[in-house]
Protein backbone atom coordinates (compact mmCIF):
# COMPACT_ATOMS: atom_id res chain seq x y z
CA UNK A 1 0.00 0.00 0.00
CA UNK A 2 1.83 3.10 -1.04
CA UNK A 3 1.29 6.39 1.44
CA UNK A 4 -0.74 9.41 0.11
CA UNK A 5 0.60 12.43 0.57
CA UNK A 6 -1.51 16.23 1.01
CA UNK A 7 -1.71 19.25 0.29
CA UNK A 8 -0.90 22.16 3.25
CA UNK A 9 -3.26 25.01 4.44
CA UNK A 10 -3.97 27.11 7.45
CA UNK A 11 -1.06 25.35 9.28
CA UNK A 12 -2.21 21.58 8.73
CA UNK A 13 -2.01 18.58 6.23
CA UNK A 14 -5.30 19.05 3.86
CA UNK A 15 -6.26 15.87 2.12
CA UNK A 16 -6.73 16.06 -1.75
CA UNK A 17 -10.55 15.54 -2.77
CA UNK A 18 -9.79 15.54 -6.83
CA UNK A 19 -9.65 11.95 -6.74
CA UNK A 20 -6.77 12.64 -8.86
CA UNK A 21 -3.40 11.90 -8.28
CA UNK A 22 0.26 11.34 -9.55
CA UNK A 23 2.72 8.54 -8.14
CA UNK A 24 5.91 9.54 -6.86
CA UNK A 25 8.88 7.02 -7.28
CA UNK A 26 12.26 6.71 -5.60
CA UNK A 27 14.24 6.92 -8.89
CA UNK A 28 17.06 4.34 -7.38
CA UNK A 29 14.66 1.37 -7.46
CA UNK A 30 11.99 2.59 -9.82
CA UNK A 31 9.25 1.52 -7.19
CA UNK A 32 6.08 4.16 -6.58
CA UNK A 33 6.99 5.30 -2.92
CA UNK A 34 3.78 7.64 -2.39
CA UNK A 35 0.59 9.17 -4.32
CA UNK A 36 0.38 13.10 -4.33
CA UNK A 37 -2.88 14.27 -4.76
CA UNK A 38 -3.07 16.62 -7.72
CA UNK A 39 -5.53 19.84 -6.93
CA UNK A 40 -8.71 21.09 -9.20
CA UNK A 41 -9.80 24.26 -9.33
CA UNK A 42 -11.92 24.27 -6.13
CA UNK A 43 -9.30 22.80 -4.01
CA UNK A 44 -6.67 25.47 -5.23
CA UNK A 45 -9.25 28.47 -4.51
CA UNK A 46 -9.97 27.06 -0.94
CA UNK A 47 -6.45 27.27 -0.60
CA UNK A 48 -5.79 30.76 -2.03
CA UNK A 49 -9.06 31.89 0.26
CA UNK A 50 -6.95 31.03 3.43
CA UNK A 51 -3.83 32.55 1.92
CA UNK A 52 -6.03 35.89 1.35
CA UNK A 53 -7.28 35.79 4.60
CA UNK A 54 -4.89 35.81 6.62
CA UNK A 55 -1.99 37.65 4.52
CA UNK A 56 -3.24 41.17 5.82
CA UNK A 57 -2.49 40.85 9.43
CA UNK A 58 0.74 39.02 8.24
CA UNK A 59 1.63 42.11 5.90
CA UNK A 60 0.74 44.53 9.26
CA UNK A 61 3.39 41.96 11.46
CA UNK A 62 6.39 44.36 11.46
CA UNK A 63 9.72 43.09 9.20
CA UNK A 64 11.75 42.92 12.23
CA UNK A 65 9.12 39.78 13.84
CA UNK A 66 8.55 38.03 10.74
CA UNK A 67 12.38 37.96 9.93
CA UNK A 68 12.59 36.70 13.52
CA UNK A 69 10.45 33.79 12.77
CA UNK A 70 12.25 32.95 9.34
CA UNK A 71 15.62 32.80 11.37
CA UNK A 72 13.94 30.58 13.70
CA UNK A 73 13.04 28.12 10.73
CA UNK A 74 16.52 28.78 10.09
CA UNK A 75 17.65 27.09 13.21
CA UNK A 76 14.70 24.25 13.06
CA UNK A 77 15.55 23.12 8.99
CA UNK A 78 19.36 23.14 10.54
CA UNK A 79 18.06 20.58 13.34
CA UNK A 80 16.38 18.43 10.72
CA UNK A 81 18.67 18.31 7.69
CA UNK A 82 19.48 14.56 7.93
CA UNK A 83 16.04 13.74 7.87
CA UNK A 84 15.13 16.39 4.82
CA UNK A 85 18.50 15.29 2.96
CA UNK A 86 16.82 11.76 3.28
CA UNK A 87 13.38 12.38 2.58
CA UNK A 88 14.59 14.72 -0.40
CA UNK A 89 17.17 11.95 -1.95
CA UNK A 90 14.47 9.38 -1.62
CA UNK A 91 12.13 11.35 -4.45
CA UNK A 92 14.59 12.92 -6.49
CA UNK A 93 17.45 10.71 -6.13
CA UNK A 94 20.60 12.64 -5.87
CA UNK A 95 23.19 11.53 -3.56
CA UNK A 96 22.90 12.34 0.46
CA UNK A 97 25.47 15.15 0.34
CA UNK A 98 24.44 17.10 -2.84
CA UNK A 99 20.82 16.96 -1.06
CA UNK A 100 22.79 19.11 1.70
CA UNK A 101 23.65 21.45 -0.77
CA UNK A 102 20.41 21.66 -1.83
CA UNK A 103 18.79 22.69 1.42
CA UNK A 104 22.06 24.47 2.42
CA UNK A 105 21.59 26.58 -0.93
CA UNK A 106 18.27 27.78 -0.14
CA UNK A 107 18.66 28.27 3.95
CA UNK A 108 21.28 30.92 2.58
CA UNK A 109 18.17 32.81 0.97
CA UNK A 110 16.38 32.39 3.71
CA UNK A 111 19.13 34.31 6.30
CA UNK A 112 19.59 36.86 3.96
CA UNK A 113 15.47 37.81 4.57
CA UNK A 114 16.32 38.27 7.96
CA UNK A 115 17.76 41.97 6.26
CA UNK A 116 13.91 42.36 5.35
CA UNK A 117 13.92 45.27 7.53
CA UNK A 118 16.47 47.24 5.87
CA UNK A 119 15.76 45.74 2.23
CA UNK A 120 12.43 47.32 2.69
CA UNK A 121 13.15 50.74 3.98
CA UNK A 122 11.60 53.32 1.50
CA UNK A 123 13.19 56.61 0.52
CA UNK A 124 12.45 60.39 1.78
CA UNK A 125 13.26 63.49 0.45
CA UNK A 126 12.72 67.00 2.80
CA UNK A 127 11.36 69.75 1.31
CA UNK A 128 10.42 68.93 -2.29
CA UNK A 129 8.79 72.26 -2.82
CA UNK A 130 7.77 74.60 -0.39
CA UNK A 131 6.83 72.63 2.86
CA UNK A 132 6.60 69.51 0.79
CA UNK A 133 8.11 66.56 1.62
CA UNK A 134 7.67 62.70 -0.37
CA UNK A 135 8.26 59.33 0.47
CA UNK A 136 7.74 56.13 -0.40
CA UNK A 137 6.81 52.86 0.95
CA UNK A 138 7.54 48.94 -0.05
CA UNK A 139 4.13 47.39 0.36
CA UNK A 140 3.43 43.66 0.25
CA UNK A 141 1.65 42.55 -2.86
CA UNK A 142 -1.11 40.11 -0.92
CA UNK A 143 -0.84 36.10 -2.31
CA UNK A 144 2.16 35.12 -4.49
CA UNK A 145 2.30 31.99 -5.81
CA UNK A 146 5.25 29.76 -6.72
CA UNK A 147 5.37 27.31 -9.05
CA UNK A 148 8.84 24.99 -8.79
CA UNK A 149 10.89 22.32 -10.38
CA UNK A 150 11.82 18.72 -9.57
CA UNK A 151 16.30 19.67 -9.70
CA UNK A 152 16.08 21.89 -6.10
CA UNK A 153 12.69 20.58 -4.51
CA UNK A 154 14.08 22.49 -1.13
CA UNK A 155 16.48 25.37 -2.58
CA UNK A 156 13.62 26.77 -5.27
CA UNK A 157 11.01 27.21 -2.90
CA UNK A 158 13.23 28.75 -0.11
CA UNK A 159 14.49 30.92 -2.61
CA UNK A 160 10.84 32.11 -3.69
CA UNK A 161 9.08 32.11 -0.22
CA UNK A 162 11.45 33.24 1.72
CA UNK A 163 11.68 36.98 0.33
CA UNK A 164 7.81 36.42 -0.55
CA UNK A 165 7.37 35.90 3.05
CA UNK A 166 9.77 38.16 4.48
CA UNK A 167 7.91 41.33 2.54
CA UNK A 168 4.88 40.72 3.93
CA UNK A 169 2.95 38.16 1.46
CA UNK A 170 1.22 35.21 1.76
CA UNK A 171 2.83 32.48 -0.31
CA UNK A 172 1.07 29.60 -2.36
CA UNK A 173 4.01 26.91 -3.67
CA UNK A 174 2.90 24.63 -6.23
CA UNK A 175 6.33 22.23 -6.01
CA UNK A 176 7.11 19.97 -8.99
CA UNK A 177 4.78 16.60 -8.94
CA UNK A 178 7.97 14.35 -8.60
CA UNK A 179 9.33 15.40 -5.22
CA UNK A 180 6.78 16.88 -3.40
CA UNK A 181 7.46 15.60 0.48
CA UNK A 182 10.44 18.28 1.00
CA UNK A 183 8.21 20.92 0.39
CA UNK A 184 5.50 19.75 2.48
CA UNK A 185 8.20 19.16 5.31
CA UNK A 186 9.02 22.56 4.82
CA UNK A 187 5.80 23.78 5.35
CA UNK A 188 5.32 21.87 8.83
CA UNK A 189 8.63 23.56 9.98
CA UNK A 190 7.86 27.22 8.79
CA UNK A 191 4.25 26.64 11.24
CA UNK A 192 6.84 25.22 14.20
CA UNK A 193 8.95 28.32 13.82
CA UNK A 194 5.98 30.87 14.89
CA UNK A 195 4.22 31.22 11.11
CA UNK A 196 0.79 32.20 11.43
CA UNK A 197 -1.55 29.91 9.71
CA UNK A 198 -2.68 30.81 6.07
CA UNK A 199 0.74 32.03 5.28
CA UNK A 200 2.76 29.63 3.61
CA UNK A 201 0.30 27.05 1.61
CA UNK A 202 1.33 24.33 -0.70
CA UNK A 203 -1.12 22.95 -3.38
CA UNK A 204 0.18 19.59 -5.02
CA UNK A 205 -1.11 19.01 -8.83
CA UNK A 206 -0.33 19.41 -12.59
CA UNK A 207 -1.17 22.06 -15.41
CA UNK A 208 -4.98 21.98 -13.63
CA UNK A 209 -3.21 23.72 -10.25
CA UNK A 210 -1.25 25.98 -12.14
CA UNK A 211 -4.09 27.16 -14.42
CA UNK A 212 -5.99 27.62 -11.64
CA UNK A 213 -3.31 29.78 -9.71
CA UNK A 214 -2.96 32.20 -12.80
CA UNK A 215 -6.54 32.58 -13.40
CA UNK A 216 -7.43 33.51 -9.61
CA UNK A 217 -7.37 37.13 -9.50
CA UNK A 218 -6.61 37.12 -6.37
CA UNK A 219 -3.12 35.51 -6.95
CA UNK A 220 -1.00 39.30 -8.16
CA UNK A 221 1.91 37.38 -8.24
CA UNK A 222 3.54 34.21 -9.85
CA UNK A 223 7.27 32.79 -9.23
CA UNK A 224 8.24 30.15 -11.97
CA UNK A 225 11.18 27.62 -12.61
CA UNK A 226 11.07 24.78 -14.80
CA UNK A 227 11.96 24.18 -18.55
CA UNK A 228 11.83 26.77 -21.14
CA UNK A 229 8.13 25.92 -23.01
CA UNK A 230 6.45 25.79 -20.11
CA UNK A 231 7.96 29.05 -18.46
CA UNK A 232 7.16 31.01 -21.46
CA UNK A 233 3.62 29.74 -21.53
CA UNK A 234 2.99 30.57 -17.83
CA UNK A 235 4.76 34.06 -18.55
CA UNK A 236 2.40 34.89 -20.96
CA UNK A 237 -0.93 33.38 -19.11
CA UNK A 238 -0.07 35.15 -16.11
CA UNK A 239 0.69 38.66 -18.13
CA UNK A 240 -2.41 38.04 -19.74
CA UNK A 241 -4.59 38.06 -16.36
CA UNK A 242 -2.61 41.18 -15.21
CA UNK A 243 -0.07 39.13 -13.01
CA UNK A 244 3.60 40.09 -11.99
CA UNK A 245 5.92 37.14 -13.66
CA UNK A 246 9.23 36.18 -13.24
CA UNK A 247 9.97 32.85 -15.56
CA UNK A 248 12.95 31.07 -15.11
CA UNK A 249 13.47 28.52 -18.00
CA UNK A 250 16.20 25.68 -19.37
CA UNK A 251 19.95 26.02 -19.94
CA UNK A 252 22.96 24.96 -22.10
CA UNK A 253 25.21 26.11 -20.41
CA UNK A 254 29.13 26.37 -21.97
CA UNK A 255 32.67 26.16 -20.56
CA UNK A 256 34.95 27.69 -22.54
CA UNK A 257 38.74 26.43 -21.79
CA UNK A 258 41.72 28.61 -23.51
CA UNK A 259 44.86 27.18 -23.90
CA UNK A 260 46.85 29.45 -21.02
CA UNK A 261 43.66 27.09 -18.47
CA UNK A 262 44.95 25.47 -15.96
CA UNK A 263 43.90 21.95 -17.23
CA UNK A 264 43.91 19.86 -14.40
CA UNK A 265 41.09 22.81 -12.55
CA UNK A 266 39.49 22.68 -15.85
CA UNK A 267 38.77 18.93 -15.94
CA UNK A 268 38.20 18.73 -11.94
CA UNK A 269 35.55 21.55 -12.77
CA UNK A 270 33.82 19.59 -15.90
CA UNK A 271 33.76 16.36 -14.04
CA UNK A 272 31.51 18.09 -11.23
CA UNK A 273 29.74 20.25 -13.29
CA UNK A 274 28.63 18.01 -15.66
CA UNK A 275 28.12 14.64 -13.81
CA UNK A 276 27.42 16.27 -10.46
CA UNK A 277 23.44 15.66 -9.19
CA UNK A 278 23.34 13.62 -12.83
CA UNK A 279 23.78 17.15 -14.95
CA UNK A 280 20.12 17.66 -13.59
CA UNK A 281 21.15 21.48 -12.69
CA UNK A 282 19.96 24.38 -14.85
CA UNK A 283 23.60 25.62 -13.69
CA UNK A 284 25.36 21.98 -15.19
CA UNK A 285 27.88 22.25 -17.68
CA UNK A 286 26.34 20.35 -20.71
CA UNK A 287 29.39 22.13 -23.40
CA UNK A 288 32.78 22.32 -23.26
CA UNK A 289 34.75 24.37 -25.56
CA UNK A 290 38.05 24.38 -25.80
CA UNK A 291 40.67 26.32 -28.03
CA UNK A 292 42.47 25.13 -30.16
CA UNK A 293 43.18 21.27 -31.17
CA UNK A 294 45.77 20.59 -28.96
CA UNK A 295 43.59 21.71 -25.84
CA UNK A 296 40.80 19.90 -27.63
CA UNK A 297 42.90 16.92 -27.66
CA UNK A 298 44.48 16.63 -24.18
CA UNK A 299 40.35 18.10 -22.50
CA UNK A 300 38.97 14.84 -24.68
CA UNK A 301 41.54 12.33 -23.52
CA UNK A 302 41.74 13.32 -19.76
CA UNK A 303 37.80 13.67 -19.42
CA UNK A 304 37.38 10.23 -20.64
CA UNK A 305 40.10 8.72 -18.24
CA UNK A 306 37.76 10.59 -15.18
CA UNK A 307 34.58 9.39 -16.43
CA UNK A 308 35.93 5.54 -16.61
CA UNK A 309 36.13 6.35 -13.28
CA UNK A 310 33.00 7.42 -12.06
CA UNK A 311 30.68 5.86 -9.84
CA UNK A 312 26.85 5.77 -10.02
CA UNK A 313 25.09 4.45 -6.87
CA UNK A 314 22.58 5.43 -4.99
CA UNK A 315 21.66 8.10 -2.10
CA UNK A 316 23.13 6.41 0.71
CA UNK A 317 26.00 5.08 -1.37
CA UNK A 318 29.10 7.38 0.46
CA UNK A 319 31.55 6.98 -2.78
CA UNK A 320 28.78 7.59 -5.37
CA UNK A 321 29.68 10.14 -7.32
CA UNK A 322 26.17 10.90 -8.67
CA UNK A 323 22.58 9.01 -8.69
CA UNK A 324 20.18 7.82 -11.12
CA UNK A 325 17.81 10.54 -13.04
CA UNK A 326 14.40 11.47 -11.50
CA UNK A 327 12.12 9.35 -14.05
CA UNK A 328 11.64 6.94 -16.18
CA UNK A 329 10.58 9.10 -18.81
CA UNK A 330 13.98 11.03 -18.13
CA UNK A 331 16.38 8.26 -18.57
CA UNK A 332 14.32 7.45 -21.85
CA UNK A 333 14.54 11.16 -22.96
CA UNK A 334 18.04 11.25 -22.26
CA UNK A 335 19.15 7.99 -24.06
CA UNK A 336 16.80 9.06 -26.84
CA UNK A 337 19.06 12.48 -27.24
CA UNK A 338 22.42 10.32 -27.07
CA UNK A 339 21.32 8.15 -30.10
CA UNK A 340 20.51 11.44 -31.96
CA UNK A 341 23.59 13.17 -31.01
CA UNK A 342 25.60 9.45 -33.01
CA UNK A 343 23.02 10.31 -35.70
CA UNK A 344 23.95 13.58 -36.22
CA UNK A 345 27.58 12.57 -36.12
CA UNK A 346 28.93 13.24 -33.33
CA UNK A 347 31.52 11.28 -31.79
CA UNK A 348 30.34 9.15 -29.23
CA UNK A 349 33.51 9.26 -26.36
CA UNK A 350 31.80 7.55 -23.42
CA UNK A 351 28.26 5.88 -23.17
CA UNK A 352 26.06 5.80 -20.35
CA UNK A 353 23.12 4.55 -21.98
CA UNK A 354 22.27 0.46 -20.80
CA UNK A 355 23.99 0.93 -17.35
CA UNK A 356 23.03 -0.77 -13.87
CA UNK A 357 24.24 -0.51 -10.29
CA UNK A 358 24.47 -3.56 -8.67
CA UNK A 359 21.49 -4.01 -6.02
CA UNK A 360 18.81 -1.98 -7.86
CA UNK A 361 18.14 -3.31 -11.48
CA UNK A 362 14.96 -0.63 -11.22
CA UNK A 363 16.74 2.30 -11.49
CA UNK A 364 16.87 4.83 -13.56
CA UNK A 365 20.40 5.02 -14.51
CA UNK A 366 22.26 6.90 -16.88
CA UNK A 367 26.09 6.69 -16.67
CA UNK A 368 28.25 9.70 -17.83
CA UNK A 369 28.14 10.14 -21.70
CA UNK A 370 30.80 12.31 -23.22
CA UNK A 371 30.76 13.46 -27.41
CA UNK A 372 33.40 14.90 -28.95
CA UNK A 373 33.22 17.02 -32.28
CA UNK A 374 29.89 18.60 -31.51
CA UNK A 375 28.92 20.91 -34.40
CA UNK A 376 26.55 24.26 -33.35
CA UNK A 377 23.74 22.48 -35.73
CA UNK A 378 23.44 19.62 -33.79
CA UNK A 379 19.96 19.06 -31.74
CA UNK A 380 22.35 17.77 -29.36
CA UNK A 381 24.20 21.27 -29.07
CA UNK A 382 21.24 23.32 -29.77
CA UNK A 383 18.74 21.44 -27.20
CA UNK A 384 18.49 20.90 -23.54
CA UNK A 385 19.84 17.46 -22.09
CA UNK A 386 19.47 17.68 -18.56
CA UNK A 387 20.88 15.04 -17.88
CA UNK A 388 24.55 13.54 -17.37
CA UNK A 389 25.76 14.52 -21.12
CA UNK A 390 28.83 16.70 -21.91
CA UNK A 391 29.23 17.91 -25.37
CA UNK A 392 32.81 19.11 -26.52
CA UNK A 393 32.35 21.36 -29.38
CA UNK A 394 36.38 22.62 -30.71
CA UNK A 395 36.34 26.47 -31.52
CA UNK A 396 39.78 27.50 -33.29
CA UNK A 397 39.30 30.68 -31.47
CA UNK A 398 38.91 32.79 -28.69
CA UNK A 399 36.18 34.82 -30.97
CA UNK A 400 34.74 31.66 -31.94
CA UNK A 401 34.46 29.69 -28.33
CA UNK A 402 33.14 34.01 -27.21
CA UNK A 403 30.07 33.29 -30.27
CA UNK A 404 29.15 29.76 -29.16
CA UNK A 405 27.61 30.86 -25.69
CA UNK A 406 26.70 34.42 -27.42
CA UNK A 407 24.28 32.67 -30.18
CA UNK A 408 22.40 30.32 -27.90
CA UNK A 409 18.94 30.09 -27.60
CA UNK A 410 19.74 30.19 -24.21
CA UNK A 411 21.83 32.52 -21.61
CA UNK A 412 22.12 30.73 -17.94
CA UNK A 413 25.03 30.44 -17.04
CA UNK A 414 29.01 30.06 -18.31
CA UNK A 415 32.21 29.62 -17.28
CA UNK A 416 36.00 30.29 -19.01
CA UNK A 417 39.01 29.10 -17.76
CA UNK A 418 42.23 30.76 -18.13
CA UNK A 419 44.93 32.47 -16.31
CA UNK A 420 44.71 35.38 -18.89
CA UNK A 421 43.03 38.37 -16.69
CA UNK A 422 42.42 40.37 -19.89
CA UNK A 423 40.78 37.61 -22.06
CA UNK A 424 38.44 36.90 -18.63
CA UNK A 425 37.77 40.37 -18.49
CA UNK A 426 36.06 40.73 -22.34
CA UNK A 427 35.06 37.62 -21.77
CA UNK A 428 32.58 38.47 -18.95
CA UNK A 429 31.34 41.55 -20.50
CA UNK A 430 31.18 40.66 -24.06
CA UNK A 431 28.95 37.60 -23.68
CA UNK A 432 25.65 37.19 -23.42
CA UNK A 433 24.79 35.30 -20.51
CA UNK A 434 22.92 35.68 -17.42
CA UNK A 435 25.71 34.16 -14.81
CA UNK A 436 29.08 33.87 -15.31
CA UNK A 437 32.54 31.99 -13.36
CA UNK A 438 35.81 32.79 -14.24
CA UNK A 439 37.58 29.69 -13.39
CA UNK A 440 34.03 28.92 -11.06
CA UNK A 441 32.12 26.10 -13.10
CA UNK A 442 28.62 26.63 -11.44
CA UNK A 443 28.72 30.64 -10.83
CA UNK A 444 25.61 30.35 -8.55
CA UNK A 445 25.48 33.84 -7.10
CA UNK A 446 25.00 34.10 -3.53
CA UNK A 447 22.28 35.00 -2.12
CA UNK A 448 22.91 38.69 -1.68
CA UNK A 449 23.42 39.05 -5.39
CA UNK A 450 20.96 37.74 -7.44
CA UNK A 451 19.90 34.86 -9.94
CA UNK A 452 18.61 34.73 -13.27
CA UNK A 453 19.31 33.95 -16.98
CA UNK A 454 19.10 35.64 -20.16
CA UNK A 455 16.98 35.13 -23.83
CA UNK A 456 15.24 31.53 -23.32
CA UNK A 457 16.90 31.04 -19.67
CA UNK A 458 14.08 34.00 -18.19
CA UNK A 459 10.91 35.64 -18.78
CA UNK A 460 10.08 38.31 -17.33
CA UNK A 461 12.08 41.34 -14.66
CA UNK A 462 13.97 41.00 -11.98
CA UNK A 463 15.87 37.99 -11.18
CA UNK A 464 15.55 35.94 -8.06
CA UNK A 465 16.87 36.31 -4.48
CA UNK A 466 19.30 39.64 -3.55
CA UNK A 467 17.62 42.87 -3.79
CA UNK A 468 15.37 42.10 -6.72
CA UNK A 469 13.24 39.63 -4.89
CA UNK A 470 12.46 42.23 -2.33
CA UNK A 471 11.55 44.75 -5.13
CA UNK A 472 9.27 41.80 -7.43
CA UNK A 473 7.11 40.45 -3.87
CA UNK A 474 6.44 44.22 -3.26
CA UNK A 475 5.31 47.30 -5.04
CA UNK A 476 6.03 51.03 -4.58
CA UNK A 477 4.18 53.53 -3.09
CA UNK A 478 5.11 57.45 -3.13
CA UNK A 479 3.37 59.91 -1.13
CA UNK A 480 3.52 63.46 -1.31
CA UNK A 481 3.10 65.26 2.08
CA UNK A 482 1.96 69.05 3.06
CA UNK A 483 0.86 69.95 6.40
CA UNK A 484 -1.31 72.68 6.66
CA UNK A 485 1.09 75.05 8.59
CA UNK A 486 3.03 75.21 5.12
CA UNK A 487 2.30 78.09 2.67
CA UNK A 488 -1.09 78.32 0.98
CA UNK A 489 -0.51 79.00 -2.62
CA UNK A 490 -4.46 79.01 -2.92
CA UNK A 491 -6.35 77.22 -5.90
CA UNK A 492 -3.80 76.34 -8.62
CA UNK A 493 -4.96 75.44 -11.98
CA UNK A 494 -1.44 74.64 -13.59
CA UNK A 495 0.25 70.96 -13.51
CA UNK A 496 2.90 71.61 -10.31
CA UNK A 497 6.82 71.04 -10.62
CA UNK A 498 9.11 70.74 -8.63
CA UNK A 499 11.16 73.74 -9.72
P1 LIG B 1 8.92 21.44 -15.87
O1 LIG B 1 8.83 22.65 -16.74
O2 LIG B 1 8.46 20.14 -16.41
O3 LIG B 1 8.05 21.67 -14.52
C1 LIG B 1 8.22 22.81 -13.72
C2 LIG B 1 6.90 23.09 -12.99
O4 LIG B 1 5.89 23.36 -13.94
C3 LIG B 1 6.41 21.91 -12.16
O5 LIG B 1 5.85 22.39 -10.96
C4 LIG B 1 5.34 21.28 -13.04
O6 LIG B 1 4.32 20.64 -12.32
C5 LIG B 1 4.78 22.48 -13.77
N1 LIG B 1 4.28 22.13 -15.11
C6 LIG B 1 4.74 21.17 -15.94
N2 LIG B 1 4.04 21.16 -17.09
C7 LIG B 1 3.13 22.16 -16.98
C8 LIG B 1 2.12 22.67 -17.87
N3 LIG B 1 1.93 22.15 -19.07
N4 LIG B 1 1.39 23.71 -17.45
C9 LIG B 1 1.57 24.25 -16.22
N5 LIG B 1 2.52 23.81 -15.35
C10 LIG B 1 3.28 22.78 -15.73
O7 LIG B 1 10.43 21.36 -15.34
P2 LIG B 1 11.12 20.20 -14.49
O8 LIG B 1 11.31 19.01 -15.37
O9 LIG B 1 10.45 20.01 -13.20
O10 LIG B 1 12.53 20.88 -14.18
C11 LIG B 1 13.62 20.86 -15.06
C12 LIG B 1 13.71 22.12 -15.88
O11 LIG B 1 13.80 23.24 -15.03
C13 LIG B 1 14.95 22.18 -16.76
O12 LIG B 1 14.58 22.71 -18.01
C14 LIG B 1 15.87 23.11 -16.02
O13 LIG B 1 16.83 23.77 -16.81
C15 LIG B 1 14.88 24.07 -15.45
N6 LIG B 1 15.43 24.80 -14.32
C16 LIG B 1 15.73 26.12 -14.49
C17 LIG B 1 16.27 26.85 -13.45
C18 LIG B 1 16.59 28.32 -13.61
O14 LIG B 1 16.79 28.99 -12.61
N7 LIG B 1 16.65 28.83 -14.83
C19 LIG B 1 16.49 26.23 -12.22
C20 LIG B 1 16.17 24.88 -12.07
C21 LIG B 1 15.63 24.19 -13.13
Known sequence: MTRDLTHYSGGAHRAGTSGRFGDVHDPA????????????????????????????AWAA?????????????????????????????????KTLADAKGDIARGIEVVEFCAAAPHLLKGEFSDSVGTGI?????????????????????????????GPALAAGNAFVLKPSERDPSVPLRLAELLTEAGLPDGIFSVVNGD???????????????????????????????AAANGKRAQCFGGAKNHMIILPDADLDMAVDALIGAGYGSAGERCMAISVAVPVGEQTADALVARLKERIDGLRLGEATDPEADFGPVVSAAAKERIEAAIATGIEEGA???ADGRGRTVDGYPGGFWVGPTLFDRVRPEMALYREEIFGPVLSVVRAADYEEA????????????????????????????RVEVGMVGINVPIPVPIAYYTFGGWKASGFGDLNQHGADAFRFYTRTKTVTTRWPSGIRAGASFVMPEGS
Not at 61 to 81: G, K, M, S
Open 61 to 93: TNPQRRARILLRFVDLVNEHVDELAALLSAEHG
Open 207 to 237: KVAVDALLDDPRIKAVGFVGSTPIAQSIYAH
Open 29 to 56: TGQITSRVPLADGGEVADIVGVAAAAQP
Open 133 to 161: DVHSLRQPLGVVAGITPFNFPAMIPLWKA
Open 347 to 349: ELV
Open 402 to 429: LRLPTEHEYGNGVAIFTRDGDAARDFAS
